[in-house]
């Protein structure tokens, strides 16, 4: 592939739930994948923090954080209130990486 010519683009667009929208477009104009995330990720991305990061905070491993944001697990009790933080207040959240 020559420099400057992308094969596909993947856009995280906000919603106004909060949610985010994962549009993974070619080249060409074709619409790959277009998706809305689940809460862990959605959650995740609008801290700005890896998935390395957020696991580390929520004190889980990255395959769970992994799990979850795949939809193929569920977070359950401390987990689901940070998640609840995390989307209200996701600086409160990002601020206290400063520890790690």
Known sequence: MQAGVWGRKTEYLPQEDGKIRR???L???TVENDEIMTVAASTRIN?????RQFSKLLGV???????WEQGRRQPT???KTLF???ERQPELL???TLDF
């Open 47 to 51: 801290t700005g923090l890896t998935q």
């Open 94 to 96: 990002k601020s206290l």
């Open 27 to 29: 080249a060409d104009g």
């Open 23 to 25: 549009l993974v477009t």
């Open 61 to 67: 491993s990255v395959r769970t954080l992994q799990e």
């Open 77 to 79: 009790g401390a987990a």
């Open 84 to 86: 609840k933080i995390a």
